[in-house]
Structures are given as structure tokens and as C-alpha cells.
């Protein structure tokens, strides 16, 4: 606020008066609005692997992970009708837990108004609960034994992550790159992406949206990915070792990967389309599943 | 050579006597010294061997998160349950249901639980119409969709009559987002019905179905949160 | 070391949801069915084979448990009662679908089919080809009574005489029954190898392949 206040100063020795009056205007009224967006900053003192929960209606959610035994939230909320609670558990002493909570004090706020973006630098180890009806989540850089993010309409966006991630939305596209651990994603029209994970286990599911997956598989690691009407396409690179089950009753199924076929068992399924196969020494089993989309094989 | 072939002796008789034995554990000392001297009688008990070690190592399977709903919600008809003094201590206690159920789940064993305590008519199965009186136990039985899906059905019905009734007050954008879902939701139970009719041990369109309904009670769960000023 | 610790403070925590859950604590249930909920529904669907029996199975399983839990004093572990109970649930399932279970008939070892041995004339090992898909699919596709008893023995751990028990039968039977199952298995699972006569694995074509 002082930078801009030096800035505009400088501006009105060079600006006739009448221009200046306006400019003035201009800058209360952006001043105002700025009032408006108050931002809090807080820190907590934490025991190890706390557990931090969110929950908000719109705006951004961000949460990285850092070295510090703290947590270091901002948030900031458009209109004074929008409170953020915050809880922590014990009251006195480093926090085992600490919630977020957006509050909209006026039920007939809407859109953009009900606002609140957050920004939270948090432990390794913490466990995180985090839900954001119509805002994005994004997570980086981050270890937890456990970690959910929930979202009807808002993107999420996970990075670097290792450990349990179950994330949830219902249209929001979902995208997690470089994960470690164990990763569940689901979602009902939003699009799923994951890229390059190194997990021992990964679940993804969407009901009209696309899966990408681009990466190899990691050796005993166990991958299942189901969508209903979208398409599905896997790129994984000539290295990847797996043994493939993939099946879909109405779409199609395109392998570009040279493997070992293997002749499946009569099947109840007369109408479903299958192939049972293994590249090189299939170390990951991977299970892919559509009803009525196209799922694609190829070397990346 | 006979019809299984590579000349089989009197040895690899006995050995194929044994062999039960042996791999039950019992003394058959025979068959390991045959076997390092036969080459097709060693690959019999390799395979048994990795065969027996692949059991041991599969991995457990996981039920569909409504099995607990139906168990739940038939222990809370009997009765099963005792008092509980604060519902929102008991909530929170839920630390199961943080992660793997959303709370629009649980928002769904409830409205399942006040459906099974006041009686209602369950269509019986095999029946269209009309609708007839059932026991609540009976009708929670199963899940198996082609003997009885009047319970998830019912459910999803008057989750979304109650959605419909409310969708008015919900933010354009949060409205349009669960309307989408529902209508890709609602499209594949129609296919996946459709293919079930015409291929009752379709097992896949089978798996989807119930996992549309399933899905389908989530969302317009999570959607009635919202009128709910949660 | 770590692992006995760990399951020293596993069993206190389950009998004391045991303890819970038969005060009626909704809490305890819910935890219980957490902790067992994967043996169950796997031991359940690995005998019936089928997704969705093998949930009705785990919901009727839990349910006759928790109904019953009342009545459990301690004399065993409680996740062997509740693992006795599930087999009993499905063996019962089993009989109602008329579906052949162990013959009560002895062993007639003449009809026993000749043990293939076209599978030795070279290197390939079913070792390496014993994938969890494909043993499952196997397991899925034999035949009830032999399904029964290769899933209680191999998989689930119970010994002859106690299958025998369970089964109304006796110990030569179930070991029998467990041998042959074993064959078949093993027959299902080199069967689809692939067209596999030279011993070299067949590979698809590199151009993209539809189907």
C-alpha cells in the first residue's frame, strides 16, 4: 500500500489538476475495494503429523509443504459478510489439529462474493481434510499419511505428494502429478490426469470424463482405472512392465504395446470386448475398465 | 509316445502317486529324488509350488462401501444400536468416514435408516406393480439387482424428488455442476439397463449399474447439504 | 519384533470394540466391520466367485455377527469366530443354489485324469506366469466343491480336518478334493499362456490393434 501510495504521488506531479481529481478518485475507491479484501495471516505451532482441516465454498485453496514444526495460513475473503473460523485443538501448546472454516454471515451471498482464497505452508506428515464446493485445490510438495480433498465443481490439482491422497470430485477435473504412495481419484464428469506416479497402488474412476495416464508403472504396483462413457489413454514408455487386464462392453480397444496375449477363459460377457496380456515380465498389474469408451495403449 | 506324452515311466507313475502326498507334506521322499532326475516330472511340482505361493500372496478385495450402509442400516431397524447423547460428537468420532465415505454418504444412511423404520411398501421382487408391503428386512437383503433393487432404487427416488423440490435454491453454477452429473449418471443406467435386459449375466454392465445408483445417491446426497445451509 | 507390537495393541483395541459393540455402541460396530471388512468380502468372493453374491454373503455374514455378538464369550479369536461364521454363511448360500459341494463319496483314484506333462518339454516355468488376475480368473472358473476347498486350504489357511468338519466329509476327501483342484488350477493357468507350442511367447502385432 505505501509502494502505491509513493507511485501515485509521483504520477500527480506530472498530471494536470482535473486528471489528478479523477485519478484520486480512481485510487480511493481502489483502496476501498482493497479494505474490502481483508487478508489475515496467522501461525501455529504443531506437533508432528497434525492434522489440518478445511472447509470452504468458493475461492483457491493452496497448501504446500515445508520444514517448519508450523503451520503459516493467509486467507483473505472478498466481503465482510464472509468470516473464516479457525480452530485449534489443544488451545494452548503446539496444535495436534486446526480447522478452517469460510462462514457466509449473509445467507443471500452469492457467487463471487462468498470468496475465500486460502494459502497454507503446513508440515510434512500432516494429515489434511481439505473441502471446497466450487474453488480449486492445490496441493504441492507435500507428505502425509493421509490426505482428502473434496470438490463439487473445482479443479484439483496435486503435485508432488507422497503418501495416501483420496480425492474426490463431482465435476471438477482432477490432476496429480508425481505422486508417491497410494492415490485414489474419483470423479463424475470431471477428467482425470495422472502423470508420472510412483505409487504401489492407484484407483480412478469417472463416469463421462477422460483418464490420461501418462507414466511408467512401478514394479508390484496395482492400477485400476474404470470410466463409463469417456475415453480412456494410457502412454507409458517401452520400459514398463506390466500385465494387462482391460475390458470394455460397448467401446473399443487400442494396443499399441507389444505383448503377451494371453486366451482369456469363455466368458459370461459375450458382448464385451477384452485383452489379457503382459508387456515384458509384468511386474504392475494393471486393470482398465470402460463401458461403452474407447481405451487406448500406447508407447510413449 | 502315450496321449500326455514325453515317455512316461514307471518312476514318473509313482511320483504322480506320491505327488499328493508331498505336497500335503507328509514323508514321499521319492518324489524330489524323481524329480531332479525327470525333467517333466520337476516342472509338476514347480508349478504346484508357485501356484500354491501366488494363493498365499493375493492380495484382499475391498466391498463396495454400501455393504456397510445395508448393515448398518438393518442393525439400526433391529434396534442394535444404543442411544447416542450428542450427534455431533459422534460425528466427529466417525473417523472412518472422513476419508473413504464423503459425508454425503452419510447423509445417505440417514435418509436410508428414517426409510427403514417407518414402514413402507417395497415393490416385491419380480413384481412391477403394484407395490406390496415387505418386511424391511427382506427388502434390504440384497443387492444383487436382478433379484431385488427395489431398496437402492427407492432410495435414489426420494432422494431425488426431494433434490427437484429444493434444486431452486441452489447457486446456478452448483446447480448446473450436480445437473450434469445427474444426467451422465442417469444415461448409464438407462444403457446399462438396456444391456441387462438383453444380456441378464452381463456382469460388467451389472458392476456399473449398481455403481451408477450408488453414485447417483452421493451426489443428490451432497446436493441436499446444501440446502441444508451445511 | 516391531510386528508382534504391533498386533499385541491390535487384539487389545479389538476386544475392547468387541466390549463396545456389545454395549451397542454404533461406533465399535462400524470399526469392527472396518477391520474384518476385506477378509470377508475376499474370502466370500473367492468361493461364490461372483461380485455381487459375494457382497450380499459379507452383509449377511457381518449382520448374523453383530446380531449374535452378545453371545461371544472370548473362548477363541474373535476374527476366527467371525471367519468360521462367513464360511458358514456361504457353504449355506452354496447348498440352497444345489450346487455340488466335496463328494461324501471315497477317493476312486481310476477315474483320476492322467497328469498333463506337455508342459515340461522346455523352460518355461509356471512361476512367473502366475499372475493375481489370471489365478483368480482360475479359482473363478473351477468347480464349486473343489473352489471350496482350495480357498479354505490355500488361500484361507484351514487345515483338512477342520475342512472336513465344515464340509461333512472326511480328511482323505478334502486332501483329495484340495490335489485335484490343485491340477486343475494348474491346467486352467498353462492352458492360457497363449498359443504357446514353441515355448516362445506370442507378441500382437506393433501396428495398433482393435478389437
Known amino acids: 500500500m505505501a509502494d502505491c501510495r509513493e507511485q501515485i504521488t509521483k504520477k500527480r506531479r506530472a498530471i494536470p489538476y482535473g486528471q489528478g481529481l479523477v485519478l484520486y478518485l480512481l485510487v480511493l475507491s481502489g483502496s476501498l475495494v482493497a479494505a ?22 468458493r475461492g483457491q485453496i493452496l497448501v504446500r509443504g515445508w520444514d517448519k514444526a508450523q503451520v503459516h495460513a493467509v486467507y483473505s475473503v472478498v466481503s465482510s459478510h464472509v468470516e473464516v473460523d479457525t480452530e485449534v485443538i489443544p488451545s494452548n501448546g503446539p496444535a495436534d489439529k486446526i480447522h478452517f472454516a469460510t462462514h457466509l454471515l449473509d445467507p443471500l451471498l452469492s457467487g463471487r462474493d462468498q470468496t475465500a482464497d486460502y494459502s497454507l505452508d503446513v508440515p510434512m ?9 466450487q474453488g480449486s485445490v492445490r496441493i504441492e510438495k507435500l507428505q502425509a499419511d493421509d490426505t482428502t480433498v473434496e470438490s463439487v465443481g473445482g479443479a484439483i490439482l496435486v503435485s508432488d505428494f507422497t503418501g495416501h491422497l483420496f480425492l474426490r470430485s463431482v465435476g471438477g477435473n482432477i490432476d496429480v502429478i508425481r505422486p508417491s504412495g497410494r492415490v485414489e481419484a474419483y470423479s463424475i464428469t470431471g477428467d482425470l490426469h495422472f502423470v508420472s506416479p510412483t505409487t504401489s497402488k492407484l484407483r480412478g474412476s469417472t463416469t463421462s470424463g477422460r483418464i490420461l495416464f501418462e507414466g511408467d508403472f512401478s514394479d508390484g504396483g496395482d492400477y485400476s482405472l474404470s470410466e463409463y462413457s469417456g475415453d480412456m489413454e494410457i502412454l507409458c514408455p517401452p520400459s514398463a512392465s506390466f500385465e494387462l487386464f482391460a475390458k470394455t462392453d460397448r ?33 504392475a498389474t494393471v486393470n482398465l475398465r470402460s463401458f461403452s469408451g474407447t481405451i487406448r495403449i500406447r508407447q510413449r | ?17 506320491e505327488l499328493q502326498a508331498y505336497m500335503e507334506g507328509e514323508d514321499a521322499a521319492f518324489v524330489p529324488a524323481h524329480a ?33 450402509s445395508f448393515v448398518r442400516a438393518q442393525l439400526l431397524d433391529d434396534g442394535t444400536f444404543a442411544e447416542r447423547a450428542n450427534f455431533g460428537a459422534w460425528f466427529r468420532q466417525l473417523g472412518w468416514l472422513h476419508r473413504p465415505l464423503p459425508v454425503a454418504t452419510f447423509a445417505c444412511l440417514v435418509v436410508l435408516g428414517c426409510l427403514l423404520t417407518v414402514p413402507r411398501n417395497y415393490p416385491k421382487p419380480g413384481n412391477t406393480s403394484p407395490i406390496s408391503t415387505l418386511p424391511a428386512r427382506s427388502a434390504i437383503r440384497s443387492m444383487a439387482f436382478m433379484r431385488d433393487s427395489a431398496t437402492l432404487v427407492q432410495v435414489v427416488r426420494e432422494l431425488e424428488a426431494t433434490f427437484r423440490a429444493r434444486e431452486g435454491s441452489l447457486a ?9 452429473s445427474l444426467i451422465s449418471l442417469d444415461a448409464s443406467i438407462r444403457e446399462c439397463s438396456d444391456s441387462l435386459e438383453r444380456e441378464p449375466d452381463n456382469s460388467l454392465a451389472h458392476e456399473y449399474l449398481l455403481a451408477a445408483y450408488s453414485q447417483k445417491a452421493e451426489v443428490l446426497s451432497s446436493a441436499l447439504e446444501f440446502d441444508e445451509g451445511r | 519384533m516391531s510386528q508382534q507390537k504391533r498386533a499385541a495393541p491390535k487384539a487389545a483395541s479389538e476386544t475392547q470394540l468387541v466390549a463396545r459393540a456389545q454395549q451397542g455402541e454404533e461406533e465399535a460396530f462400524a470399526a469392527l466391520f472396518e477391520m474384518h471388512k476385506r477378509r470377508v468380502y475376499s474370502l466370500c468372493l473367492r468361493m461364490t466367485g461372483n461380485t455381487a453374491e459375494a457382497e450380499d454373503l459379507t452383509q449377511e455374514a457381518f449382520l448374523q455377527l453383530f446380531r449374535k455378538i452378545s453371545t461371544f464369550r472370548g473362548e477363541s479369536a474373535f476374527s476366527t469366530w467371525l471367519h468360521r461364521l462367513a464360511v458358514n454363511v456361504v457353504l449355506m448360500h452354496l447348498r440352497k443354489k444345489g450346487l455340488q459341494q466335496i463328494s461324501l463319496d471315497e ?13 515340461g518339454d522346455n523352460d518355461r516355468r509356471l512361476m512367473g506366469s502366475v499372475d493375481r488376475i489370471s489365478l483368480s480368473q482360475a479359482i473363478a472358473d473351477l468347480p464349486p466343491g473343489y473352489r471350496t476347498v482350495f480357498v479354505l486350504h490355500d488361500i484361507e489357511g484351514y487345515e483338512h480336518n477342520e475342512i472336513a468338519e465344515i464340509m461333512n466329509c472326511s480328511v482323505g476327501n478334502s486332501k483329495s478334493q484340495l490335489h485335484k483342484a490343485r491340477m486343475k488350477l494348474r491346467d486352467w493357468l498353462r492352458q ?12 500382437s502385432d506393433q501396428a495398433p490393434s482393435e478389437r
Request: overall charge negative.
Open chain 3, 192 to 203: 492360457n499362456e497363449g498359443l504357446m507350442t514353441s515355448g516362445e511367447p506370442v507378441i
Open chain 2, 36 to 68: 531332479r532326475e525327470c525333467a517333466f516330472c520337476r516342472v509338476i511340482v514347480e508349478d504346484l509350488e508357485a501356484l500354491r505361493a501366488a494363493a498365499l500372496a493375493l492380495p484382499l478385495e475391498e466391498p463396495s462401501p454400501l455393504v456397510w
Open chain 1, 36 to 57: 474490502d479484501n481483508s487478508r489475515v495471516e496467522k501461525t501455529f505451532e504443531t506437533s508432528p503429523n497434525p492434522r489440518v482441516t478445511v472447509a470452504n465454498a
Open chain 2, 1 to 17: 509316445m502315450n496321449e500326455t506324452g514325453h515317455g512316461r515311466t514307471a518312476a514318473c507313475y509313482r511320483f504322480e502317486q
Open chain 3, 107 to 119: 477317493v476312486d483314484s481310476s477315474q483320476d485324469e492322467p497328469v498333463k506333462r506337455d508342459y
Open chain 1, 125 to 133: 506428515g500432516t494429515n489434511l481434510e481439505i473441502r471446497n464446493t
Open chain 1, 251 to 283: 467401446g473399443k480397444l487400442q494396443n499399441e504395446m507389444p505383448m503377451t496375449i494371453r486366451r482369456q477363459a469363455a466368458s459370461p460377457m459375450s458382448s464385451a470386448n477384452s485383452l489379457f496380456g503382459t508387456h515384458l515380465t509384468g511386474k
Open chain 2, 172 to 180: 446456478p453454477d452448483l446447480k448446473a455442476t450436480y445437473e450434469n
